[in-house]
């Protein structure tokens, strides 16, 4: 990005806050942790690489010669109506999340759904839900 950016230009990126702030996700992580026996469902989550956490990617843009680096945790509001509206942004396959639950074979995403679903009512009743998600954001200025 440093190399196609005009001098005094601006570079910059946002990555979810993958260990404390992606809510939304968690759920099916979490989950997924408990019965994937072998692991293999967190097995390269970002969740220990260093960019999802904070001075992650002010680092990187240190690494990189970036100028005037600042850093900020964004956060985002995900609302859903009931469960299956919240269920439903997985099952279209997108992301690494949603292809780990469609490519689960019949039972084992209906045993993951039934413990997802669990911790989205937290023993509430069905219905909306707001969940935060925070990023974190960093840019930095392009100097030759």
Request: charged letters at 20%.
């Amino acid at each position: 990005m440093k190399r196609v950016t005009r001098e005094g230009g601006t570079v910059a990126v946002v990555v979810n806050n993958f260990r404390c702030g992606w809510t939304p996700f968690s759920f099916v992580w979490d989950a997924a942790a408990v019965l994937d026996a072998h692991g293999a469902a967190m097995g390269d989550e970002m969740v220990s690489k260093s960019l999802g956490w904070p001075g992650g990617l002010a680092d990187l843009f240190k690494a990189a010669e970036l100028a005037d680096i600042v850093e900020e945790q964004l956060s985002v509001l995900f609302e859903y109506r009931p469960f299956e509206d919240y269920w439903a942004t997985f099952l279209t396959g997108q992301g690494k999340t949603g292809s780990y639950v469609t490519q689960l074979a019949e039972l084992k995403r209906d045993e993951l759904v039934h413990h997802v679903r669990t911790a989205y009512l937290c023993g509430l009743p069905d219905g909306p839900r707001a969940l935060t998600t925070s990023f974190w954001a960093v840019r930095g200025a392009v100097l030759r």
